[in-house]
């Protein structure tokens, strides 16, 4: 059996990468991918926790976590379309109408 | 119940990525070493002529796809709960029938507001058409 | 398995659940020209979502469900009083507004109900997933109402800085409390602080908590998590920017105090001095960039993130000094209180105000009060009540948050209430500028008086009389401190 352990780390990782890429990228649509590493960093800690303690718990939250991340995904992308409409560019650096 | 598995079990896929890093280092090094190197400011620009880019060309963006693909996430991902429902079904009875048509109501209720938006509608044409009815 | 549901103790819930597939239906339904019934039913179901809570608070006993992981006590109807009437004066404020511009109004009315809705899920949250769920269907919907002007680029941007930032900040809180669910096996509250009980020091617990500070420090844009607001308060249409000001900074302070005090208090010696330094961070960068402001909703926003410092201040200060936290409680809560009813009013001065200036910037209010001496007046209300100027009601709130941090006492406390006073002077002088150049500065442009509609005068109305009650007459604010200590004592 794979230590529960392990998983973390490769959650905690997932979780460093997702983190790193939504500095560094610049275009929304991989930032929106990022976040949703981020977001199953988080599932997988959750799932693992919740079988090494053999608590179900831990994958209810899953299920509310993966609904609120599908929203969220679909408002993003709305706000992007809504964006392109009117920039034709997916690249944040050219949104900077409000400095200060 | 799962078959007990030991880190022992992944030694040969951790073989197998030491070969291919290795085998990246290798070609890397080995061409650095033989090929000549003579870089000029004209060799490290993007295109040797023309205009330098300046920033990302811009994309044709296809909306009525994304609208799609909207839909079908959030109408999707909602099946989750049938799931949860599935499992303890016999212990809800009645309860748990009647819970879920409620919840299935919700769901029914915003399919049929996107229905009526148009945003159902693949030619968007048609749908402009239907705001601008509305409007009048 | 137990699946009773006390239907009294969730009808606000259901209420606004009610209004939202109503005003859904509706919207479907309705020819363009009658769509204003949509903001009717809506303000409606708000009104009506407070029967419900008057009779469970005159009945006075705590409603517990699904293995107490849904309390309503006294505490939770005080936050749910809050959130809907708050909510309802923004939909007052927005009833004209929207009804003005050209865009959809259904969806407003809908995605507002649904922010309402995710903060009276989250005041009675006594655990993680219910106190996420709530969190999330509080800010979701805000995200796409800060865009609400889809043709404006400034409304595109802010909802796309808000959305980046909010979703993030989200990530790290889940992964703050995924780590803390690892480590104790619980997600109730009153679980958690079982299994942290005396485990202060662990390095992943001290690291889960610092995430989840985080998390919560984005969502009350506190510095330095602040980045968003300014853009995003600028960019939303106005009453959205009053609502992100009140219900959903409201919303992120009390699911951060919920979990800091119910969860980890054994804790403190973690997460208190990072609350420390975002209360000192917030009031002094908040005030400081406030001066240099020339737009007028830019200010009021770096002005809620300084006054988001004033509130942290007595639980930072009570928590590092290691005092009781009751007091601190109970005098976080009731500032919250009096900042949402002072701040809402601000709000709906400055859309009243700005249909007659035509402007959001600052020097082209000269003159107003002249003008409009009604709008002149209520300006000066409200901005010398979020400075802290007696009889209005923002002094008992700097008053009460002085008394509970020299109740704390210490030396890190004196600090902190020093960073305080000298910031409470420094907020004066930008606040009294926007009242100055509104009496004093003579008009530049010859401006027309536009009178408020309807709705945006009873808005009005509701925030003036509630300050200067609550600043002439404080103790009628003691119900919420008797509501803090019943969360205080667990009863």
């Not at chain 2, 109501?105 to 507001?113: D, G, K, P, R």
């Not at chain 3, 005080?78 to 007052?92: E, Q, R, S, T």
């Not at chain 3, 919907?141 to 800085?161: C, F, H, I, Q, T």
Request: charged share 10%; glycine share 8%; net charge neutral.
């Amino acid at each position: 059996m794979v230590a529960p352990g392990w998983y973390m780390a490769l959650a905690a990782a997932l979780f460093l990468v997702g983190a790193l890429g939504l500095l560094i990228r610049r275009n929304a649509l991989v930032m929106f991918m990022c976040i949703e590493l981020m977001l199953n960093a988080v599932n997988l800690t959750l799932v693992a926790a919740g079988r090494a303690l053999n608590d179900i718990n831990g994958q209810v939250a899953v299920f509310f976590i993966l609904v609120v991340a599908a929203a969220e995904v679909v408002v993003g992308l709305a706000i992007i379309v809504s964006i392109f409409r009117l920039r034709s560019t997916a690249s944040v650096d050219e949104l900077s109408e409000m400095k200060g | 119940m799962l078959t007990p598995v030991t880190l022992a079990d992944y030694l040969p896929i951790a073989v197998m990525l030491v070969l291919a890093a290795g085998f990246v280092a290798v070609t890397l090094v080995a061409s650095r070493l033989v090929r000549p190197d003579n870089p000029t400011p004209e060799k490290l620009a993007p295109y040797e002529s023309g205009i330098l880019p300046e920033h990302e060309p811009s994309q044709r963006f296809p909306v009525k796809f994304y609208l799609v693909a909207m839909l079908f996430v959030i109408f999707d991902v909602e099946i989750i709960f049938y799931f949860a429902y599935a499992v303890i079904w016999t212990d809800l009875g009645w309860y748990g029938v009647a819970a879920m048509l409620l919840f299935t109501f919700f769901v029914a209720e915003t399919l049929a507001y996107v229905w009526k938006r148009g945003a159902l509608d693949w030619n968007v044409h048609q749908r402009r058409r239907y705001i601008d009815r509305e409007a009048a | 398995m137990n699946f009773e549901v006390d239907y009294l103790a969730l009808a606000p819930e259901l209420v606004v659940v009610g209004t939202i597939l109503l005003v859904l239906a509706l919207d479907l339904v309705l020819p363009r020209p009658r769509k204003y019934w949509t903001a009717t039913v809506a303000v409606a179901g708000t009104a009506l979502a407070l029967l419900p809570l008057a009779a469970m608070a005159i009945e006075g006993t705590t409603r517990s469900m699904f293995d107490g992981s849904f309390v309503v006590d006294q505490f939770a109807l005080v936050l749910k009083g809050l959130f809907l009437i708050a909510g309802y004066v923004v939909f007052l404020m927005s009833h004209h507004y929207i009804e003005s511009d050209r865009y959809y109004q259904g969806e407003y009315y809908l995605l507002l109900l649904a922010s309402i809705l995710g903060s009276l899920v989250m005041s009675s949250a006594r655990d993680l997933i219910v106190l996420f769920v709530g969190i999330e269907l509080t800010t979701g919907p805000l995200y796409m109402l800060a865009g609400w002007r889809k043709g404006d680029v400034k409304s595109n941007e802010a909802s796309m800085k808000y959305f980046i930032l909010g979703v993030l900040s989200t990530a790290i809180l889940l992964y703050g409390m995924s780590l803390l669910f690892g480590l104790t096996g619980e997600v109730t509250f009153a679980g958690i602080a079982e299994a942290t009980a005396g485990r202060a020091g662990e390095p992943l617990l001290t690291m889960a908590v610092l995430f989840m500070i985080v998390g919560f420090g984005f969502k009350v844009s506190a510095v330095p998590f602040h980045f968003w607001a300014p853009d995003t308060y600028e960019g939303a249409p106005t009453p959205v920017t009053a609502y992100l000001s009140v219900n959903s900074k409201a919303a992120g302070f009390v699911a951060m105090l919920l979990v800091l005090y119910l969860a980890v208090p054994d804790l403190s010696q973690v997460w208190a001095p990072a609350l420390w330094v975002l209360a000192a961070l917030s009031m002094t960068l908040g005030n400081l960039s406030a001066i240099r402001q020339n737009n007028i909703v830019r200010l009021l926003a770096y002005s809620s993130i300084a006054q988001a410092g004033f509130m942290m201040v007595p639980f930072a200060a009570a928590a590092v000094a290691g005092a009781d936290l009751e007091e601190a409680f109970s005098a976080t809560v009731i500032y919250m209180v009096i900042y949402a009813v002072m701040n809402l009013g601000a709000f709906a001065a400055v859309i009243a105000g700005a249909r007659t200036t035509q402007s959001g910037e600052i020097p082209a209010w000269a003159g107003l009060g002249r003008a409009d001496p009604r709008i002149g007046v209520l300006v000066l209300i409200f901005f010398f009540s979020l400075a802290g100027i007696p009889p209005l009601a923002g002094w008992f709130a700097k008053f009460v948050m002085f008394r509970s941090v020299i109740i704390a006492g210490g030396t890190a406390t004196v600090v902190l209430a020093i960073i305080a006073a000298l910031n409470a002077v420094v907020s004066y002088y930008y606040y009294a500028r926007v009242v100055k150049t509104v009496w004093m500065d003579p008009a530049t442009t010859d401006l027309q008086v536009q009178e408020p509609a309807g709705s945006l005068r009873l808005a009005l109305g509701v925030a003036v009389v509630l300050t200067v009650l609550i600043g002439l007459y404080p103790a009628a604010t003691t119900f919420v401190t008797e509501a803090s200590k019943v969360l205080a004592t667990g009863g």
